[in-house]
């Protein structure tokens, strides 16, 4: 079975780190650090996957896909 994508981005504004996904129908993930967001989203997928009848293995693969943008200062 492929893993299920994950994409999460730093929202730089609001100052947290927000996930969705395509292949989870419904998640939508907001959290103060990366590593909160990955125990928040990974603890919702398995119900969303079931609210949404997606079938699933006991084990469910998952791909966390982050992106951050910022800027360098000069030397």
Do not use: H, Y
């Not at 119900?47 to 200062?73: G, K, S, Y």
């Amino acid at each position: 079975m492929n893993p299920f994508e994950i994409r999460a981005a730093w929202d730089d504004q609001a100052k947290v780190w927000i996930a969705t996904s395509d292949d989870v129908p419904g998640l939508c993930v907001q959290a103060d650090t990366f590593d909160d967001l990955i125990e928040i989203a990974t603890g919702l997928v398995p119900e969303l996957l079931a609210e949404n009848r997606v079938p699933t293995q006991a084990a469910i693969p998952l791909r966390i896909v982050a992106e951050r943008t910022m800027i360098a200062r000069a030397a």
